[in-house]
């Protein structure tokens, strides 16, 4: 069976590994002219995990990963630590995979490097899907430069401004949250010893937040901050000013601070998401990753659920390709609901965790603070702990 793959980031990779698997010839249709993965540090799960062992990529991955201790919540304004989340021991345990931060090149890397070792996979760098056509029996994708692919189906993995979702779905741009990001990565060296934690550490301010973890073996700090301003207008990568930055956050504590003010090379981002949509498919054509359910940065797991889609449609896309439109139809209903959830809950967690200020906050505070540890992983199981929908064997 041929397939064709709009886009080339982690979603897209990860699915032409699912279905070169199951025989499938694949063409991964890049709109970029190389292929790589742009962006600082990103948080896996135990369900990525699961999902990268079942592609074949979980012990590179593993290789390039810091494994975190916990995570921190810190209440900003008096520097105290709310509640924290070991991820050692009894959650390793309860969930049968580690918690790890990675650099994006870390993760993206071991997927590019399976995809060109595989016989089935051919990456087609420059072409940027713009529409598509079907008949009854194939598909046809048309790029930028005017070159036309044909194959049994279309997978469209090309973003929060999917061209496929475009024309499939048709809900205009997305929904600017109004919340604006800086982020910048520091070698770790600079970092004063009694602040190299092994943890995310998130500070949470009146409408504001500062989160930080190691990446690059430890070699590297991530920092992303990012301010509840009302940005009216979507921004990707564009350079900010130290000063402006260290300035949007006048009322951080000492130790964060400290850390915020090693920031260089601040790169800024107005964060994006769609509201949830029931429907991803299209006949031989079906979206997957950010083109069907882009979300807020705060569940830390828009790149788990993109690896989730990949396994859960490399399962139900085998045979000769007579039977694609309810075997598509079949991984819309079987992912819809939980990446539906997920996207709401990522949206809930900007506005009624991280950003509440005055009796607000002392709220929030109060409520984390009565948690124990177990009680922690049982909030999270559904998404941590999560098997139903990916199961199988390991490849």
């Not at 742009?38 to 369900?47: E, H």
């Not at 990675?102 to 420059?126: F, K, S, T």
């Not at 309810?326 to 939980?338: H, I, S, V």
Request: aromatic share 8%; net charge negative; with cysteine.
């Amino acid at each position: 069976m041929r397939t064709l793959v709009a886009g080339g980031g982690i979603g897209g990779l990860a699915t032409a590994i699912a279905l070169a698997a199951q025989g499938h010839r694949v063409t991964v249709l890049e709109r970029h002219d190389t292929f790589a993965e742009f962006g600082a540090g990103i948080q896996l799960g135990p369900n990525a995990f699961h999902a990268l062992d079942r592609l074949g990529a979980g012990e590179a991955v593993r290789d390039r990963a810091v494994f975190i201790d916990e995570l921190r919540f810190m209440d900003a304004t008096t520097g105290r630590q709310v509640v924290r989340m070991p991820l050692t021991g009894a959650y390793r345990e309860r969930f049968a995979n580690p918690y790890a931060v990675v650099h994006r090149g870390d993760l993206y890397q071991p997927l590019l490097d399976a995809c060109r070792a595989a016989d089935g996979i051919e990456l087609a760098p420059g072409q940027s899907v713009v529409r598509y056509d079907q008949t009854e029996d194939e598909v046809t994708a048309y790029t930028a430069l005017g070159d036309r692919f044909t194959a049994e189906a279309l997978i469209g993995a090309d973003g929060i401004r999917s061209a496929v979702r475009r024309q499939l779905v048709g809900d205009g741009e997305p929904r600017v949250s109004g919340h604006t990001i800086y982020r910048s990565v520091i070698p770790m060296e600079r970092v004063p010893e009694e602040l190299r934690w092994n943890s995310v550490t998130l500070w949470a301010g009146p409408k504001w937040h500062f989160v930080h973890y190691p990446i690059g073996g430890g070699e590297f700090l991530n920092l992303a901050a990012t301010r509840d301003d009302g940005a009216l207008e979507a921004v990707a990568g564009l350079p900010a000013e130290r000063d402006h930055v260290i300035g949007e956050f006048p009322d951080i504590g000492d130790a964060a601070r400290r850390l915020l003010e090693l920031g260089e090379e601040w790169k800024t981002w107005v964060l994006c998401d769609r509201d949830p949509v029931d429907g991803w498919t299209d006949g031989r054509v079906a979206l997957l990753g950010d083109a069907a359910h882009p979300m807020l940065q705060y569940a830390a797991q828009g790149a788990c659920m993109a690896l989730e889609d990949a396994v859960v449609i490399g399962d139900l896309l085998v045979g000769d390709g007579a039977d694609v439109v309810p075997r598509l139809e079949k991984y819309n209903a079987q992912r819809r609901d939980r990446t539906a959830r997920t996207q709401l809950i990522a949206r809930e967690m900007g506005s009624q965790l991280y950003h509440p200020a005055g009796a607000a906050a002392a709220a929030r505070n109060d409520m984390l603070s009565s948690l124990t540890a177990e009680d922690l992983y049982d909030k999270v199981s559904w998404l941590h702990g999560a098997r139903e929908s990916i199961e199988g064997e390991v490849r």
